[in-house]
């Protein structure tokens, strides 16, 4: 899997499964605007990283669910390696509470990060990866926007739009080959993850054939198979990367 010269974007790419994903581009020659909200330090510590094995990375602030910053987080990849191939929208946050008790804004936080983040980014992308020649954009979705989950109807709606959202600009993009994909993560040892109490954590895992909850870099080596040549002729399609949870 050889990504020299292709330019991405992992957006949420400083910490957690970005952090994978990012790591693991570069690894494979990619250039990569490693973009963060808040996690400046860690951005900037994990460019140095990649830049210490001879790849090529940037970090730049940009908060997804604001246009204005989708589209300069887009001009500081242009300005900095003059085009872009890979969009990895990775950038998610969590916020639970049954229905009875979730917020308007926390209904509203979700959906803006989660999901308008996703259109955001694929639209001041959609121009330039119609016209590289090479075009890759996979999202970040999840098992709970599969098989619903409780005290996440915010997420999981964001989730399940996201995989809509997938198949349109599949069915979009796909004349000029760039393919569009989802990955959906089962229950991945994170922070995410980490907020769960033992006795969730057991009930989950029971109920995963495999048993384990997944590593970051069992994502992030399936995002970069799917941004990759060995991935051209899938498009518009959702992969569960979940221990067989779903099935
Ligand atoms: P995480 O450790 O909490 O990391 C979330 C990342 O998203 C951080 O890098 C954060 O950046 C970034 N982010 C949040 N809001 C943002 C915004 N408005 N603009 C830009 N970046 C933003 O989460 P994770 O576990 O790695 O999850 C990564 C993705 O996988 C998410 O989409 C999540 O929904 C999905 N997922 C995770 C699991 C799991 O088990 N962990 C399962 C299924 C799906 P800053 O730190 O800079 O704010």
Redesign the pocket.
């Known amino acids: 899997m050889d990504l020299s010269n292709k330019v991405a974007i992992v957006?949420?790419?400083?910490?957690?499964?970005?952090r994978a994903i990012s790591l693991s581009l570069a690894k494979h020659g990619a250039n990569v605007v490693v973009?963060?909200?808040?996690?400046a330090d860690?951005?900037n510590a994990l460019v140095t990283e990649i830049e210490s094995f001879g790849g090529k990375a940037v970090a730049v602030q940009?908060?997804?669910?604001q246009y204005q910053d989708a589209e300069k987080l887009m001009q500081t990849a242009l300005d900095t390696f003059g085009t872009l191939n890979i969009l990895v929208n990775?950038?998610?946050?969590?916020d639970d509470a049954l229905i009875l008790r979730m917020s308007e804004q926390q209904f509203d936080n979700v959906i803006n990060?989660?999901l308008k983040?996703v259109w955001n980014m694929t639209k001041v992308a959609a121009k330039t990866l119609l016209k590289s020649g090479y075009g890759r954009v996979i999202n970040?979705?999840?098992?709970?926007g599969v098989l619903g989950n409780a005290g996440q109807s915010n997420y999981s709606a964001a989730?399940a739009g996201v995989i809509g959202m997938t198949k349109a600009v599949a069915k979009e993009f796909a004349a000029r080959g760039v393919t569009v994909n989802a990955v959906?993560?089962?229950?991945?040892e994170?922070?995410?993850?980490d907020k769960l109490n033992d006795e969730q954590k057991q009930a989950w895992q029971a109920m995963i054939p495999l048993k384990r909850f997944g590593k970051?870099e069992e994502i992030a080596e399936v995002v970069t198979f799917l941004a990759s040549e060995l991935g051209a002729y899938i498009t518009g399609h959702t992969l569960e990367v979940d221990g067989g949870l779903v099935m």
């Open positions: 957006t949420g790419g400083a910490s957690g499964i970005g973009n963060y909200n808040r996690s860690k951005a940009a908060d997804v669910s990775n950038a998610g946050i969590t990060t989660n983040g970040i979705s999840s098992v709970s989730k959906a993560p089962g229950f991945i994170s922070d995410m993850t970051k």
